[in-house]
């Protein structure tokens, strides 16, 4: 059985949830070692229970079984009752019943560890790797930087703290370019308040061939190739890996199609220059669109994913 065939659908990789080692019950049902022990478990108690029961009888009989002549007594009465036929016959079936529970919540429990064990290894036939994910601010022309670096035209209201506080939920590392990572490393540290404490803890890696140190708390500088470390970051445990900002070295994943989603800040405002998001010979992808939310303040964040990874 395949993981696919639980979900109804083809991933290409198959999981198997019965155990290479099977068995076959005393009903010819395959079985796996789990099963195996739950049958012969059942088996040695019902023995057990027949052995006593048989004892039980013998007892109140007598040595030389059972007399016909001699009236019976109150237990062997109880015994042929209609109202003990019943009661046992209850007791059965709620055992049957507690049976099928047992096996249907351990079959429950391996679908739902092989679910797990699916989503975490296979997707389309390949290992799953972690996300990355662009977010950035930018105007309605496509610039997420003014002349000179500047970002006061950024619209931030509680509507979007409450987006970034959701987004904060996903992210475990942050990537940067050089140049954004020394505006971030400038002032983070000191600010205050939940982004800060967000910004200031999470793991951090900034790529760069000039700079020789990164001091900002859990940053590691990454002086080599950029996408070779990204692919295995991206093979790493861990959450959902994010980009701010840094069009240069966001160019050069998107190029080699690290890229898994985009998620952009469309600000209320055109700035007719600065720097761009997305460089000139950026290779055409097509998009769609996974996701739209306005804020009362005129920004408009949308999410989108290359087509070929949309679901």
């Known amino acids: 059985m395949k993981v696919s065939d639980l979900q109804g659908g083809q991933t290409g990789c198959d999981v198997f949830l019965i155990s ?6 005393h009903h010819g049902r395959p079985v796996d070692g ?7 478990s059942l088996s040695n108690l019902r023995h ?21 002549d001699r009236p019976p007594n109150p237990v062997q009465r109880h015994l042929k009752s209609p109202s003990f036929k019943r009661s046992k016959a209850i007791t059965a079936k709620s055992s049957h019943k507690l049976n099928l529970m047992q096996k249907t919540n351990h079959l429950q429990f391996n679908i739902s560890f092989a679910t797990l ?45 409450a987006y970034i506080g959701e987004s904060q939920l996903e992210a475990d590392t942050l990537l940067f370019g050089r140049v954004t990572y020394e505006m971030m490393a400038g002032y983070w540290p000191s600010a205050e308040g939940d982004i800060a404490a967000f910004m200031n803890g999470v ?31 991206k093979h790493l445990d ?8 840094s069009a240069d070295f966001a160019a050069g994943l998107i190029e080699k199609g690290l890229v898994d989603e985009y998620r952009l800040g469309i600000n209320p405002v055109l700035l007719g220059n600065g720097v761009p998001l997305f460089k000139p010979g950026t290779k055409q992808t097509k998009l769609r669109l996974t996701h739209t939310r306005p804020l009362k303040s005129g920004v408009v964040i949308l999410h989108y994913q290359p087509e070929t990874d949309a679901s």
């Open 20 to 25: 290479a080692r099977r068995r076959r019950n």
């Open 34 to 40: 789990h099963y195996l022990a739950f049958d012969q």
């Open 48 to 68: 057990r229970n027949t052995m006593a029961t048989a004892d039980f009888e013998q007892s109140i009989r007598g040595p030389g079984g059972d007399d016909l």
């Open 117 to 161: 064990f699916h989503d975490r290894i296979c997707r389309n036939g390949s290992e799953t790797m972690r996300k990355v994910i662009m977010w950035d601010m930018v105007s309605v022309d496509g610039f997420f930087e003014a002349p000179g670096h500047n970002i006061d035209w950024f619209v931030f209201e509680d509507e979007l703290a």
């Open 203 to 233: 793991e951090k890696f900034v790529f760069s061939r000039t700079l020789t140190s990164a001091d900002w708390h859990r940053t590691t500088l990454v002086n080599g190739d950029a996408t070779k470390e990204v692919e295995r970051l």
């Open 238 to 245: 861990g959450g959902t890996i994010f980009v701010f900002g």
